[in-house]
């Protein structure tokens, strides 16, 4: 059994809430929306979202993203829509070119009803009294029920049926001597002394089965009747026989309860919406921040900063800098190292871990290096 299939689809993530559930009755299943990122023809991405998890809607979803973007708590989103109909699910979430898709569908799963976790509580009346049952506890109480479904309901339709056996053998009697029966009743007085005379010898006919004598409409007597009521005396008898089958063996009665649920099984039964897949865990910080190349600067005073690589171009041997022009044009570039700017703070290395000790600032020196210091002259270029 991989896990619940809950009628939306969606993927679930991971089977520890499902072990939990299935082990002790309670647990917490964490469900997430099917959502790809793609693009159009003229190379914009965007989010498109084919199911939601359970007991949440497309219109929620599309909501909320409204909400985050007008609050500006999710930047990159250019336009939503709702391309739903019937029973296809479509969300479009249209991006930004200077977007990055994976970040704003992290912070999607973040911030909506795209990721949500649903509570797991096998509660069920056992005897009249709710119980926390776990998945063996729960299939052996529902087994349990359905036998007694089967059972009750045998019961009754045998009753039925020897009922209506007993009405169908009176019939019977009465056509084999419909001529005295005939004569009787027009000697009677009324319908209740003709009930009597049906009842009495030489008949000796039952209360039911002399009152369905007189009630019996006289296309009955006709030969093709008779064979009808042969007949259905017949499958009721049968019937009577399979039932008390039934009701007298555990084996066969359970038998009956397989038989019904391969059935329904079979009538009902589809492919699998929900997904299990694997847990990624919980999205921190550093999912929902866009990597950026930056260069780490390490000054001689033993401060450490990050500056965006596009401020930094590479100098050439015995060069003067790179000034703004030859950065606008796009001159060589150092290669930069990949991090998450916003996370690496500027800290102030300690001595002896690399670096040598500043000794006591200069008090004509600012706090990022001498106010005034002349230019050294620069290297003669290489022959």
């Known amino acids: 059994m991989q896990g619940p299939d809950f009628p939306t689809g969606g993927l679930i993530l991971g089977r520890s809430g499902i072990l939990d559930a299935y082990r002790t009755g309670r647990g917490s299943v964490r469900m997430r929306a099917v959502a790809e990122i793609e693009e159009d023809r003229r190379g914009a991405q965007r989010i498109v979202v084919s199911a939601v998890p359970y007991q949440t809607s497309v219109e929620v979803i599309g909501q909320k993203v409204a909400e985050l973007v007008n609050d500006r708590r999710v930047e990159g989103i250019r336009d939503v829509r709702n391309e739903s109909s019937g ?20 912070q ?22 709710p119980r926390l049952l776990n998945l063996a506890q729960m299939v052996g109480v529902y087994v349990g029920h359905r036998v007694e479904v089967v059972r009750r309901r045998s019961e009754y339709r045998l009753g039925k049926a020897r009922d209506r056996a007993h009405i169908v053998e009176g019939l019977l009697r009465a056509l084999d001597m419909i001529d005295a029966i005939i004569a009787l ?11 009597e005379g049906l009842m009495a010898e030489p008949f000796s006919f039952s209360e039911v089965q002399a009152r369905h004598i007189l009630d019996m409409q006289l296309r009955r007597l006709a030969q093709l009747e008779g064979r009808k009521l042969q007949e259905e005396h017949d499958e009721l008898l049968a019937t009577i026989a399979g039932l008390e089958a039934i009701l007298a063996d555990e084996a066969k009665l359970r038998g009956v309860v397989k038989e019904e649920l391969t059935d329904v099984r079979d009538r009902f039964g589809d492919d699998r919406r929900t997904l299990v897949t694997i847990d990624t865990g919980e999205l921190d910080e550093l999912d929902l921040i866009e990597d950026e190349e930056v260069v780490v600067v390490l000054s001689h005073k033993g401060y450490v900063k990050t500056v965006s690589a596009d401020a930094f171009r590479r100098q050439g041997r015995g060069g003067r800098g790179c000034g703004r022009g030859e950065a606008a044009r ?14 690496v703070p500027a800290v102030l290395l300690e001595p002896g871990k690399g670096v040598p000790d500043p000794g006591p600032r200069d008090p004509d020196e600012g706090p990022h290096g001498p106010r005034h210091r002349a230019r050294e002259p620069d290297p003669p270029p290489a022959r």
């Open 87 to 106: 029973d296809r699910v479509r969300l479009v979430v249209e991006l930004k070119r200077d977007a990055n898709a994976q970040v704003v569908l992290n």
């Open 108 to 129: 999607l799963y973040k911030h909506t009803p795209m990721q949500t976790t649903f509570a797991v509580h096998m509660l069920a009346l056992v005897d009249g009294v």
């Open 185 to 195: 009743i027009r000697g009677s007085e009324d319908a209740e002394a003709a009930r």
């Open 330 to 343: 796009g001159g060589p570039r150092r290669a930069p190292a990949r991090h998450h700017r916003a996370l």
